[in-house]
């Protein structure tokens, strides 16, 4: 393994050392127990070894290598009915390093209640997210605990209903996930959450208007945060309400914000194209039978994909109190890899992938 560094697995040879014209001198292979190793060497004198294994991954179409660079599993789209029988698992299964249990039903259904933990003291949550991956700050700061008293300049700091959308969509990379607990609720009532699988939205729209869905994924729009003091965070470009790998066309991330919205980057007469578009999914996202509603309570935590579930909650009176925190996509997508297919596996697609 000259040619990589074995343990941090990074290339060691400079690639532009190679000769251009460079060709293969000769070719053998051997068993090497269940593996087949193809043994190269090249015209520059060069020495190469490439199990069959790692050479089959080559040949992989697009859709194949990104079912592990995306960790493409098993991915299950839903509507209200799920209130009957929501994705849940315990604290305890969630704090266990060696369970996937929490990741694979955040990746198949993109969230998942975490029951059973404790609201006395926030810092169980918290740790319990660390689990997962390192919690992301931002300019609201790191783990958040909060009431709605304003402190930060945001609707989500005040007791107003919420219509469903996604979370940061003000940044050039918004959080992967985000998880709220409510720890308590005192003298009042209302606040129950709101859930919408952007996906299924989005599937219900490329059925019912192939244009529309095909504008929604184009046409660039802006957003921002601007409210705190001395702040106005804006993604360094805009992007399509639906983005899509480019790869495989698989739907990727929904970005959907009517409050944090800017402008829309198309000519002014052509504008009214993008709105007409965007009320047709605004309308499907506010369909009763895509709407899940749940009230939630202290020991349940909701942990929700933010690239793909959008949310809400209605209004409410009284006090709450929420913890909580974003991670960010990259993280949370590696350690479910990481188990799920094993450390071995995923290295061996990394020089295709």
């Known amino acids: 393994m000259l040619c990589t560094h074995d343990a941090t697995k990074q290339r060691l040879l400079d690639t532009f050392s190679i000769p251009k014209d460079i060709s293969i001198k000769s070719h053998s292979a051997e068993t090497r127990g269940s593996e087949t190793v193809h043994r190269l060497e090249w015209s520059d004198g060069h020495e190469s070894e490439y199990s069959r294994s790692f050479l089959y991954q080559a040949m992989f179409d697009a859709r194949r290598k990104a079912v592990q660079r995306q960790a493409l599993v098993g991915i299950k789209l839903w509507d209200s009915s799920i209130a009957s029988d929501p994705p849940k698992t315990l604290y305890v299964n969630a704090m266990n390093p060696n369970s996937n249990d929490l990741l694979s039903r955040l990746r198949r259904f993109g969230f998942c209640y975490v029951d059973e933990t404790s609201f006395e ?4 949550t918290k740790k319990m997210l660390e689990k997962i991956a390192f919690i992301r700050e931002t300019h609201y700061g790191g783990f958040y605990d909060f009431t709605a008293d304003l402190a930060s300049k945001d609707t989500a700091y005040t007791n107003i209903a919420l219509e469903a959308h996604t979370d940061t969509t003000y940044f050039s990379d918004p959080a992967g996930l985000q998880a709220f607990h409510l720890l308590s609720h005192t003298d009042g009532e209302g606040g129950a959450s709101l859930l919408v699988d952007g996906f299924k939205a989005a ?5 019912t208007d192939r244009k529309a869905y095909e504008i929604l994924s184009t046409v660039n729009v802006h957003g921002h945060a601007s409210g705190n003091e001395g702040i106005s965070i804006q993604p360094y470009r805009g992007f399509p309400v639906l983005e899509h790998d480019t790869a495989t066309g698989d739907l990727l991330r929904v970005r ?31 369909k009763k039978e895509n709407e899940y509603w749940e009230q939630l309570v202290p020991g349940r935590v909701l942990i929700f994909d933010n690239w793909r579930v959008l949310h809400g909650r209605s209004s409410f009176t009284g006090k ?10 990259d993280d949370w997508i590696s350690k479910f890899k990481m188990r799920r297919f094993g450390k071995e596996n995923v290295l061996k697609g990394l020089a295709v992938n």
């Open 203 to 207: 599937d219900e729209l490329w059925h």
């Open 320 to 329: 709450r109190r929420i913890c909580g925190a974003y991670i960010n996509r």
């Open 256 to 286: 959907w914000n009517t409050s944090d919205r800017a402008s829309i980057e198309l000519p002014i007469e052509e504008v009214e194209t993008w709105y007409d578009a965007a009320r047709k999914f605004d309308a499907i996202l506010k």
């Open 121 to 124: 003291n926030p810092k169980a």
